[in-house]
């Protein structure tokens, strides 16, 4: 096995070097921050993954490198560090092939080998049970075992490609690891404030669970999204145009809603699609705390606000550390609008 070599700097070199050796959808997505990461370390873990899982296929009949290289590609589209993106390379290799803890710590260092050993062990943990408390000291014991939380983010990216590629299972598996997903892996997403990540699995989830409700409401939101989107510029404009005017420096863009998202709210309020007013939703980023009362002052002051449906998450965070500003308001049309209103950083933290 390869030894344990010094970081090359983001440079020409190093990035010429990486682009050689990685997949071009991997390299794609570490390029953005590349001057962050130790891409000799990645390409190193891509060979070495590339050469541990030789000749094994995923039950899709993929090389079972894909599989890698997309739970990879996942980390960095959330801009994690080196050792990560390597973990997640390299995530399987001591569980499934004949590569071994040495092996790895050979030829990556400590920092790698403390991941990947958390995730083996990981893998050894057998899930049960579905009672709420049960499901809830489950999820304890993961980020109890995994002392890095690195350990849990790699599980949740590795989760999320394999629900992307549930088709390929038998209906009972699918279902299982379906609900498991919903019950201990989403609410960990949730938990790390990884939104990206909660979001995809609470779809699929809501895909493969519940597959009539899911392919109806798919349906509907297809349908509707042209006119959506017309709405959502409609107010987007003038927004953006009021805020500039208050010396408001600012970003306005339409917050797609998630297909589980809409469908809970019809739930829960026993309401048609066409009744769930916040459908349409609009983000606004600006660049500090002071930006976000201003502007949503700017706001209340142009639209009548909806009082009953204002939250101050920027005062008084989400438990995940979540903060923005949450105001539904009257808008274009007499249509109800909600908006976001949150700093650049903020923005980093929920995404």
């Not at 009257?330 to 609008?337: I, K, N, S, T, V």
């Amino acid at each position: 096995m390869a030894s344990h070599a010094p970081a090359l700097p983001a440079a020409d070199g190093a990035l010429d070097h990486a682009r050689a050796i990685l997949p071009p959808q991997l390299f794609d997505a570490v390029q953005p921050y590349a001057e962050r990461l130790d891409l000799d370390l990645i390409a190193r873990a891509y060979e070495f993954s590339a050469m541990a899982h030789a000749g094994q296929k995923r039950h899709s009949g993929e090389d079972y490198i894909v599989h890698c290289i997309e739970v990879a590609r996942i980390l960095a589209d959330l801009h994690l560090d080196s050792a990560t993106i390597a973990g997640g390379l390299i995530h399987d290799v001591v569980e499934d092939t004949s590569a071994t803890l040495d092996d790895v710590r050979d030829a990556f260092g400590d920092e790698v080998v403390t991941v990947v050993d958390g995730l083996t062990k990981i893998a050894k943990v057998q899930f049960r049970t579905s009672t709420e408390q049960q499901v809830e000291n489950f999820r304890k014991l993961l980020l109890s075992m995994a002392q890095d939380a690195r350990v849990i983010l790699i599980k949740l990216a590795d989760r999320l490609h394999n629900m992307r590629t549930l088709d390929w299972l038998r209906e009972e598996k699918r279902l299982r690891i379906a609900q498991e997903t919903r019950d201990i892996y989403a609410p960990l997403a949730h938990r790390l404030g990884v939104a990206a990540i909660k979001w995809e699995m609470e779809d699929l989830c809501f895909k493969y669970l519940e597959p009539e409700p899911y392919k109806e409401l798919a349906r509907r939101v297809s349908e509707k999204r042209r006119e959506r989107e017309e709405w959502i510029e409609n107010l987007r404009v003038p927004l953006e145009a009021e805020l500039r005017g208050a010396g408001i420096e600012c970003e306005v863009t339409g917050r797609p809603k998630h297909l589980w998202s809409i469908y809970r709210k019809m739930v829960q309020r026993e309401k048609s699609y066409d009744e769930i007013y916040d459908l349409m939703a609009v983000r606004v980023i600006v660049d500090t705390i002071a930006d976000c009362y201003h502007a949503l002052g700017v706001i209340h002051n142009r639209w009548t606000p909806l009082t009953e449906r204002f939250h101050d998450y920027i005062a008084t965070p989400k438990s995940n550390m979540y903060q923005s500003l949450h105001t539904t308001i009257f808008g274009p049309g007499g249509r109800l609008y909600e908006i976001q209103i949150r700093t650049r950083e903020m923005h980093r933290t929920a995404e």
